[in-house]
């Protein structure tokens, strides 16, 4: 059985059902050199009605003169694209736009946005979407400032070179217009590597954009499913944050500070916006799908995707998403309601959460005290709960959030079997970056079990 990170034969890390190792907390806190530090890094963020209409001033403040303009071609038709340009033209700062963003992004995708910057060669970077248009504009400027780079030299090791971002990139502003990724607050950029059939990625503070304008008249256009499936990833950034491993039992302190990663680990700062945000969402996501008018919620939508970018852009997320990068990228039938693609889309927040009750139950045994605290968080009494259920009892309370909001039911429903469970974890398993920061070690043998268990949740 391959296993991601040392080898450990306590009983948590050597059986899946065993409970909670208390010698041997995580495999690398064994390390000669175990790191003793982490970082708080994160975007400057306006938050406003009507916030947007200041990107203008933003952009001559800073002395721009040739600024990009990202989009993709849905919300180049709406409102949020419209403001933003009518700003720009005001303060009269030249421009151009980009409107090929793809929604969930690919390899191919990237490398197209990335050409047409290192053509233009801009000054300053706007983004205006979601998660995938934010992604997409963070990549063009890290490879327009190294023109000679290729797209993988930074990518994460070992799908890529993993190369530090070691000069200081082109302002960017991030303006999202769903209530979802939190990629406003964060340096991470993830896309499909076709070739390799995995989603993959970009991870480096140097990314993170040097504002976020978090404008709540943005989100107003939202389908329903494209405001579930981006609430559905707030929830799972803030569960994930909140259980990964904590940073000084990680692995070794970085050689450099430099090289100390984006995703460090459970820490004290990321726990307080990951326990808000998970407190806002389980309020705030039910009204927001129930009632696309309810004003309140939706606000509350945007504020709760942003706290949690603070708190996983951070201390990182571990197996849901890293299962969930390889449910998206082996995907080859499955299109999402509400959703305008030309190719087949499980949209990100659903691919993770469609495992989350399986992943809480796998690892409930590790720091059982916070998934309760999840649990009462989303709903459950806990009063007499004992520690060794906390996994159980958390997994039954996701089952029930998601079903009452209408998720679909497990993988089967993108058209998976126990037949490609195989394929399925070999994609997952060079996912190290997050696989590493589950609180209990994981290989392929817990990653089918995992998937085994999503195939049906209800």
């Avoid at 010698?23 to 970082?39: K, L, M, V």
């Avoid at 979802?180 to 590597?193: K, R, V």
């Avoid at 959703?339 to 495992?355: E, K, N």
């Avoid at 007499?384 to 958390?394: C, F, M, P, R, W």
Wanted: aromatic fraction near 6%.
């Amino acid at each position: 059985m391959r296993m991601v990170g040392s080898s450990c034969s306590c009983p948590a890390h050597s059986n899946i059902f065993s409970p909670s190792c208390t010698t041997h907390r995580h495999a690398s806190a064994a390390t000669p050199r175990p790191e003793y530090a982490f970082e708080m890094a994160t975007s400057t963020i306006r938050v406003g009605k009507g916030a947007t209409r200041e990107i203008g001033m933003d952009l001559a403040n800073l002395k721009a003169k040739r600024v990009m303009v990202f989009t993709d071609p849905n919300i180049a038709k709406l409102p949020p694209l419209q403001t933003v340009i009518e700003s720009i033209e005001r303060s009269k700062v030249g421009y151009t736009v980009y409107k090929d963003v793809r929604v969930e992004p690919s390899d191919k995708s990237f490398q197209h946005a990335i050409d047409a910057a290192r053509r233009y060669m801009p000054d300053a970077f706007v983004a205006v979407g979601g998660g995938s248009t934010i992604d997409t504009a963070k990549a063009a400027n890290l490879y327009t400032v190294f023109g000679d780079a290729h797209l993988l030299d930074f990518v994460n090791a070992p799908l890529g070179k993993g190369r530090p971002v070691d000069r200081v990139l082109l302002p960017l502003i991030a303006v999202p217009t769903t209530a979802g990724t939190g990629s406003e607050c964060t340096g991470a950029a993830i896309f499909d590597l076709k070739d390799k059939k995995a989603k993959t990625g970009i991870a480096d503070r140097a990314l993170k954009p040097l504002l976020g304008i978090i404008d709540p008249l943005n989100t107003r256009t939202m389908p329903k499913q494209v405001r579930l499936a981006s609430g559905l990833d707030v929830l799972c950034h803030a569960i994930e944050s909140y259980t990964a491993v904590p940073y000084y039992l990680r692995g070794e302190a970085p050689a450099n500070p430099l090289l100390r990663p984006a995703y460090q680990g459970s820490n004290p700062i990321s726990d307080i916006w990951s326990s808000k945000a998970l407190q806002m969402v389980a309020k705030a996501l039910p009204r927001s799908i129930a009632d696309p008018d309810d004003i309140e919620a939706q606000e509350a939508m945007t504020l709760a995707a942003a706290y949690a970018g603070i708190g996983f852009g951070n201390g990182g997320v571990h197996l849901m998403h890293g299962c969930s990068y390889g449910i998206s990228g082996l995907n080859t039938s499955y299109y999402h309601p509400d959703y305008v693609s030309d190719h087949p889309l499980c949209p990100h927040g659903i691919s993770v959460a469609v495992t989350s009750p399986a992943v809480v139950e796998f690892t409930g045994s590790m720091y059982p005290e916070r998934h309760l605290e999840i649990a009462r968080i989303l709903g459950a009494d806990t009063t007499n709960a004992k520690l060794e259920d906390a996994g159980a009892i958390l997994g039954d309370a996701l089952r029930g959030f998601l079903r009452d909001l209408g998720v679909p039911d497990g993988i089967s429903a993108f058209g998976y079997t126990s037949s490609d469970i195989g394929a399925l974890v070999e994609s997952i398993l060079p996912q190290h970056r997050v696989l590493k920061l589950s609180p209990r070690q994981t290989g392929a043998e817990q990653l089918a079990w995992i998937l085994e268990r999503s195939l049906k949740n209800y």
